[in-house]
């Protein structure tokens, strides 16, 4: 069984520039997550989907942050326009859910350079 | 909102010592889980406790759940290199969803040989 793929796996761009990445979780997980992690630091919960629908995007910076899980699959997040600080590890986890939570598996992530 | 703590931060030690991590959050915990994170790498799943005061083992790694429901802790026993990377817990508040995964901080392993 495939594990969750995301790509880019590098992204280097201009600050102002749009970017966007893109997560295929494993099949038959309905909740999807959107992680950014920082050097040194844990995780930080950006977007929750349960399905199609995002539950959870109260640390979404939605000025410039969108994401979307079409079909209740696959997702992207776009960053529009990046900033510096934006640079960081994005990564996206799937679970099988349930209701005493399940483990996430995650993908490689996409580290994103802003210069 | 959660928090999720973890001490310490990092952790230097010689190989065959043991090592132990601490995770405390804000809030009671429905449940806690555990990952291990190498690095360049990306956070893997140890584990998952569920009920107060639960104590799983897996080889010379110790977990406990806190009878709050609000600490956690990753012992490890006669620390190996292959234990080398960062330890997150990782857990949903008991107020809302199971599946809302709030990471702590973590505790970087460092074992020298």
């Known amino acids: 069984e495939a594990g969750v793929v995301q790509s880019p796996r590098y992204k280097i761009i201009e600050k102002k520039q749009p970017v966007a990445f893109w997560c295929n979780p494993i099949?038959?997980?309905?909740?999807l997550y959107w992680y950014r992690q920082n050097l040194g630091q844990g995780p930080e919960l950006l977007i929750r989907?349960?399905?199609?629908?995002?539950?959870?995007d109260s640390q979404l910076p939605k000025d410039r942050f969108s994401a979307e899980r079409l079909k209740g699959v696959d997702s992207t997040l776009k960053i529009q326009p990046a900033e510096l600080g934006d640079s960081a590890v994005y990564l996206c986890a799937s679970s099988r859910g349930g209701s005493l939570g399940s483990e996430a598996f995650f993908g490689q992530g996409t580290r994103l350079t802003v210069v | 909102g959660q928090q999720v703590m973890q001490i310490p931060q990092y952790q230097h030690v010689q190989e065959g010592e043991d090592f132990t991590t601490y995770c405390n959050s804000s809030?009671?915990?429905?449940?806690i889980q555990w990952y291990k994170q190498r690095p360049g790498g990306h956070p893997v799943f140890l584990i998952q406790l569920v009920k107060s005061g639960e104590v799983k083992k897996q080889k010379r790694l110790t977990f406990q759940f806190g009878e709050a429901k609000k600490n956690s802790s990753l012992h490890i026993t006669a620390t190996q290199t292959t234990d080398v990377g960062t330890y997150f817990c990782a857990g949903p508040s008991s107020s809302g969803s199971a599946r809302q995964l709030t990471f702590g901080s973590g505790t970087q392993l460092t074992v020298l040989p």
């Open positions: 989907y349960e399905n199609e629908e995002a539950v959870d």
């Open positions: 099949s038959g997980h309905n909740t």
């Open positions: 809030t009671t915990l429905s449940n």
